[in-house]
């Protein structure tokens, strides 16, 4: 029960974050539902792809999907009430990112996966819906150009949440834990914009 609300958690945020990107670019209801689609549900569908996880999870729980489309006709309807918000663009994309991390590493200890699987199913379940977003508003995803760390502090979280599960820590306990830790690594890396080295254009291949 718990990693369903935490999977609905980190759905609203998700959706929130592709309605602000949206709104960023001026898109119209279509746009905006589009973008806020693709960022909520694109990470945990590679995932169950991947896990062979059958229905989806949005399509096993179809209010997701009502939830984002009720989250983008308010973008639609009131853009001035997100767009004030959207200097705090990094807030919602910090907890979706901490929150589908854990979600995604959860479901893959379920399919007992490997624990070195189950950590990067949480970095391909928290990164890839904002690849999505990114490339859908004609951006270079912020995966993959130098940027405040982005899925190493997914990476890290999911570290120590499947390590948690494997001492046998309560759930209850070492999920909050794993999704704070990447909250506040995210906004720490956005706010000192922290960086891993970057290499050169001339280095050798």
């Known amino acids: 029960?718990?990693?369903?609300?935490?999977?609905?958690?980190?759905?609203?945020?998700?959706?929130?974050?592709?309605?602000?990107?949206?709104?960023?670019?001026?898109?119209?209801?279509?746009?905006?539902?589009?973008?806020?689609?693709?960022?909520?549900?694109?990470?945990?569908?590679?995932?169950?792809?991947?896990?062979?996880?059958?229905?989806?999870?949005?399509?096993?729980?179809?209010?997701y999907a009502l939830i984002v489309f009720g989250i983008a006709l308010a973008g639609a309807a009131a853009p001035r009430m997100f767009v004030r918000s959207k200097r705090f663009l990094h807030i919602p994309d910090a907890f979706g990112l901490a929150l589908f991390t854990v979600t995604g590493a959860a479901y893959a200890l379920q399919a007992d996966t490997s624990m070195f699987i189950a950590v990067l199913m949480g970095v391909v379940t928290g990164t890839f819906g904002g690849v999505l977003g990114d490339v859908t508003c004609n951006e270079i995803p912020s995966l993959f150009r130098a940027a405040p760390m982005y899925a190493t502090c997914s990476f890290v979280g999911a570290c120590v949440f499947v390590l948690g599960m494997h001492l046998a820590v309560p759930f209850v306990w070492v999920a909050p834990t794993a999704a704070v830790l990447i909250v506040t690594f995210r906004l720490i890396a956005v706010r000192w914009n922290l960086q891993l080295p970057e290499r050169g254009s001339d280095s050798a291949i």
């Open 1 to 63: 029960m718990m990693l369903i609300a935490i999977e609905m958690a980190a759905v609203i945020t998700a959706a929130i974050y592709g309605v602000l990107l949206a709104l960023r670019k001026q898109f119209d209801f279509v746009g905006i539902f589009t973008v806020a689609f693709l960022v909520a549900f694109g990470g945990g569908t590679l995932r169950d792809l991947f896990l062979d996880r059958h229905p989806l999870f949005w399509i096993a729980n179809s209010r």
